[in-house]
């Protein structure tokens, strides 16, 4: 089992910067990639960023330049800065961890940008 939790969500003016954190806890040593993915209004959920336990990233074409995904593995912690915000990137943003099974989600965190 792995639990994740996300944190630093909120509300900022279009051009601002949030910084989100996904910590992760319980059988940690089996997680081989995590991401975070978001869901906005009427949509489906969208990949934003993957980072690999090599640190290998994708990064979707939306947010290309203003994302980056790193990850501490000492922490077990994955990080999503987000810059240059525009109101789009409203949205719930969930965090993944990738294991041999089933995929485990966060709870979310909820990103609302201002115009």
């Known amino acids: 089992q792995v639990q994740l939790v996300e944190s630093g969500g909120g509300l900022v003016q279009a051009g601002g910067s949030l910084r989100l954190s996904c910590a992760a806890s319980?059988?940690?040593?089996?997680?081989?990639?995590m991401g975070w993915y978001r869901r906005a209004p009427g949509k489906q959920r969208e990949l934003v960023a993957t980072?690999?336990?090599?640190?290998?990233?994708v990064i979707a074409e939306s947010v290309k330049g203003r994302f980056t995904i790193s990850r501490d593995n000492a922490k077990n912690t994955v990080y999503l800065q987000m810059n240059s915000l525009k109101p789009e990137d409203t949205a719930v943003y969930y965090c993944?961890?990738?294991?041999?099974?089933?995929?485990?989600w966060g709870q979310g965190t909820q990103v609302t940008v201002s115009s």
């Open positions: 993944k961890a990738a294991v041999l099974g089933p995929d485990y």
């Open positions: 980072i690999g336990s090599s640190g290998t990233t």
């Open positions: 319980g059988s940690s040593r089996s997680i081989k990639a």
